[in-house]
């Protein structure tokens, strides 16, 4: 069964998927020991790994269609892609759908930004006519019929932020009569504005938290009782991995050795998340005894 159809599988239960951000296979890993049903491979943290350099399109298409591909292989729960903007006109979508199927996604998201796109948290959001984004999302969904795939399709505006609510919730329900299978409403920093996207969408739909944020008060008990079908935890590992660097980074400089750094996991430990083992047991059923 193909990542996407475990996906729609677990969205049929009913319930809410917490889905955290990894911004690379390692952390994906991370995310599936600890329980996880599902990973998000967030452009933001993408960028930040593969360059160094903030989510401002940066990274091309193919660039993000081999970073997912390679966070597919190294789990078994399903990956939910981030695809900005589809990286074109309706042939680049066609394409963009094709490359991340191939890579073995569970779900895509495409935003309605003008590109170049920027973090959906970032002001100066420039976005593109409601019926353009309509006619993105169609082409998405006729791209994924001519595949033969069932990868989830997940519609999301950024008007929140520079529209207001009502604007971001037109422009979902519009999205949502397109042949999506989610609605999200990203840029979401207050209480409030969940709430309102709650109440405002009937449709399945999903929420990304930012830590930091009023919105990351709310428990997701909380966000399941408002409806809410995944939640994104898109920068939690991302910013708690950067922090523990720089600490030990500061430590070995300051103290000259590592000794003293906490916390640390130990050799043992990052074997096993790597999976040592299983590697080192199939070389040496396949090679010659010396």
Do not use: W
């Not at 895509?108 to 796109?117: A, G």
């Not at 640390?264 to 010396?290: K, N, P």
């Amino acid at each position: 069964m193909s990542a996407a159809a475990r996906l729609r599988a677990r969205l049929a239960e009913g319930g809410i998927i917490a889905a955290p951000g990894a911004p690379d296979a390692l952390t994906a890993r991370l995310v599936e020991k600890a329980g996880f049903g599902a990973v998000y491979m967030t452009g933001l943290g993408a960028t930040a790994v593969r360059v160094g350099q903030p989510d401002l399109s940066i990274l091309t298409q193919t660039e993000m269609a081999d970073h997912a591909r390679a966070m597919v292989r190294a789990v078994g729960i399903p990956v939910i892609a981030d695809a900005d903007t589809g990286y074109g006109g309706p042939l680049n979508m066609r394409r963009t759908v094709r490359e991340y199927v191939q890579a073995g996604v569970g779900a895509m998201h495409i935003e309605d930004q003008i590109s170049p796109k920027r973090c959906g948290q970032l002001s100066g959001v420039r976005l593109i006519d409601r019926q353009e984004g309509v006619l993105r999302l169609k082409a998405a969904a006729e791209a994924r019929a001519e595949a033969g795939a069932d990868v989830v399709i997940i519609g999301r505006t950024d008007a929140l932020q520079p529209e207001g609510l009502d604007s971001a919730l037109d422009r979902a329900k519009a999205y949502g009569d397109a042949g999506v299978d989610l609605l999200f409403v990203d840029g979401v920093k207050t209480r409030a504005e969940v709430e309102g996207i709650s109440a405002g969408l009937s449709a399945p739909k999903i929420v990304s938290i930012v830590d930091g944020t009023d919105a990351a008060n709310l428990t997701l008990t909380e966000l399941e009782q408002m409806g809410f079908s995944m939640v994104l935890y898109a920068v939690t590992t991302l910013f708690s991995a950067a922090a523990a660097v720089r600490s030990a980074l500061d430590h070995l400089k300051a103290q000259g050795t590592p000794q003293g750094i906490a916390p640390q996991i130990t050799y043992a430990e990052f074997c096993d998340i790597v999976g040592l083992a299983d590697f080192q047991d199939f070389a040496h059923r396949h090679e010659i005894d010396g």
